[in-house]
């Protein structure tokens, strides 16, 4: 029978208290150009949107990866070794993760770390069923704060941190070398980070991702506003905004906005804030690397590129990253 430990939520700045909600979005609507955080997507309807946007055709990223574990899956399995405790960031509803445990060898055990309690619930009684013998012990918390791992059930030959997907590509390169620290530190001296990343390619096959003709990115983008409106109670009128991403390629980078359709005033909390026709508010970058840029990232942060897997069309990487100085076989 698999062990799972019981998952508690506690607030932090994903998740903030309403009055820091309101502190945070008034600062950020403050700034100029005006920007709020990425994480304000992720709400239940959030969630349930990327789940759709991973489904459209123009979204390459899921596809790709799947393939790429697809084809890989036992020699990225290999690599790890036997013994490995796997900890997830992020791990939504923890599809990949599947695909990479069937090949694990005596794994120690399965972390999922996850902001959202209910994809966190739903996926460790999926994974209870499917892995029965694999204890499963999930965390509730940002994994972008300082974690309390749980104690493994015995002890790894090695930690292994996960982080599928292109979520690295989200920070820009200051934060995610600090980001990258981090996991340096929580994967152990004999550890290994295992991190998804999104390659360079032609621009438009990158701006279509983020721009598909179903416009379910577009109402991701916008319900960010939703989710202000009903927690903090700003006025945000749907209608008067729209989403922009385009492709910077000198930052190598999407940049995606909230576009104000006409000039306007909201109201947020006490604060009025005007907006200029056109006028754009940043909300999320989404990083893009050559393999070069990303072991230059990786040595930033004390790391090295130990391996890298592709898909078929070489337009995603999955790259496993050590301590710069060690090869672990």
């Given amino acids: 029978m698999s062990s799972v430990q019981p998952c508690g939520v506690s607030d932090d700045e994903r998740r903030p208290p309403t009055n820091d909600l309101l502190e945070i979005a008034q600062r950020g609507l403050a700034l100029k150009p005006k920007r709020l955080p990425s994480w304000l997507f992720y709400d239940e309807r959030g969630s349930a949107l990327f789940e759709r946007i991973c489904e459209q055709p123009e979204y390459y990223l899921c596809r790709c990866e ?62 209870a069923v499917e892995f029965a013998s694999l204890p499963l012990q999930p965390l509730c918390a940002d994994f972008s704060k300082p974690l309390r791992l749980p104690i493994p059930p015995r002890a790894p030959r090695r930690t292994v941190l996960y982080f599928p997907g292109s979520t690295i590509g989200n920070f ?80 190598g980078r999407i940049e995606t906005y909230i576009v104000s359709r006409r000039e306007q005033q909201v109201k947020v909390g006490r604060v009025n804030v005007p907006f200029h026709e056109d006028e754009a508010m940043q909300v999320e970058y989404s990083c893009k690397y050559s393999l070069a840029d990303f072991a230059a990232l990786a040595a930033r942060a004390g790391l090295a590129v130990q391996q890298v897997w592709t898909d078929p069309e070489k337009m995603f990487s999955l790259q496993y990253l050590v301590r710069a100085g060690t090869r672990i076989h």
Avoid: C, W
């Fill in 66 to 127: 799947i393939a790429l574990m697809a084809e890989h899956a036992q020699s990225v399995a290999d690599t790890l070794g036997s013994e490995v405790r796997l900890v997830e960031y992020g791990s939504g509803n923890a599809h990949k993760t599947s695909m990479l445990l069937q090949h694990l060898q005596s794994p120690v055990a399965y972390v999922p770390v996850e902001i959202s309690p209910e994809p966190l619930r739903q996926s460790v009684e999926r994974l």
């Fill in 172 to 251: 820009e390169n200051r934060e995610a070398a600090t980001l990258l620290r981090k996991m340096r530190n929580e994967m152990g001296d004999a550890g290994g980070i295992l991190i998804g990343v999104d390659l360079k390619k032609d621009p438009a096959v990158i701006e279509a991702a983020y721009n598909d003709r179903a416009r379910v990115t577009a109402a991701f983008t916008l319900n960010m506003l939703t989710r202000l409106n009903r927690e903090i109670g700003s006025n945000f009128e749907l209608s008067g905004f729209a989403h922009r991403a385009h492709y910077n390629p000198m930052a």
